[in-house]
């Protein structure tokens, strides 16, 4: 999910697309601001934790169950594991926070490019747990299959019947 301001007549996407190669350091009116946020989060949530970076562009905190929210010039990224074992409630809260303190400071919107749209946690609850449950789902059969591949003998051994 990201937090930015809309542009008028341009889909979130490609604002987003847009910014992608940028790779200037923060402003420091930006790394000010960031930085406020983070203490903001900090203090709202003591599991969130700041992230050692050697990057100037970007300020992170996360908290123990993998929730990261990434603080740079023009956006803020919240990205979460799809684990089927986190809390998509505690989650939701967690992004309604995050984005609220945010919001606060900038004025951005929070956007799911999953479901495509401009995103209210409390609103599109289901949505995002349904969207969740999909995620976490592929991530699984992901693992599965990777299970199976790395149990099954490579194919010379199939083939020559070594080992």
Same mark, same amino acid.
């Given at each position: 999910?990201?937090?930015?301001?809309?542009?008028?007549?341009?889909?979130?996407?490609?604002?987003?697309?847009?910014?992608? @190669?940028?790779?200037?350091?923060?402003?420091?009116? +930006?790394?000010?601001?960031?930085?406020?946020?983070? &203490?903001?989060?900090?203090?709202?949530?003591?599991?969130?934790?700041?992230?050692?970076?050697?990057?100037?562009?970007?300020?992170? =905190?996360? &908290?123990?169950? @993998?929730?990261?929210?990434?603080?740079?010039?023009?956006? =803020? +990224?919240?990205?979460?594991?799809?684990?089927?074992?986190?809390?998509?409630?505690?989650?939701?809260?967690?992004?309604? &926070?995050?984005?609220?303190?945010?919001?606060?400071?900038?004025?951005?919107?929070?956007?799911?490019?999953?479901?495509?749209?401009?995103? &209210?946690?409390?609103?599109? +609850?289901?949505?995002?747990?349904?969207?969740? !449950?999909?995620?976490?789902?592929? =991530?699984?059969?992901?693992?599965?299959?990777?299970? =199976?591949?790395?149990?099954?003998?490579?194919?010379?051994?199939?083939?020559? !019947? #070594? #080992?």
């Amino acid at each position: 999910m990201y937090l930015l301001e809309p542009v008028p007549g341009q889909d979130p996407m490609e604002t987003l697309e847009a910014r992608a @190669g940028d790779e200037s350091p923060l402003t420091p009116a +930006a790394a000010e601001r960031n930085q406020r946020i983070a &203490d903001a989060l900090t203090a709202a949530n003591p599991a969130y934790h700041p992230m050692e970076s050697t990057s100037d562009q970007y300020i992170a =905190v996360t &908290d123990q169950a @993998g929730i990261e929210v990434t603080l740079f010039e023009d956006e =803020v +990224a919240i990205t979460f594991p799809y684990w089927d074992s986190l809390d998509t409630g505690y989650l939701l809260r967690e992004i309604e &926070d995050a984005a609220a303190l945010v919001t606060a400071e900038t004025g951005w919107k929070l956007y799911d490019p999953q479901l495509e749209t401009f995103f &209210d946690p409390s609103r599109d +609850a289901e949505a995002f747990r349904e969207a969740f !449950g999909a995620g976490a789902s592929a =991530v699984n059969r992901i693992n599965e299959e990777q299970q =199976v591949a790395e149990a099954r003998p490579p194919w010379w051994k199939r083939l020559f !019947g #070594g #080992g």
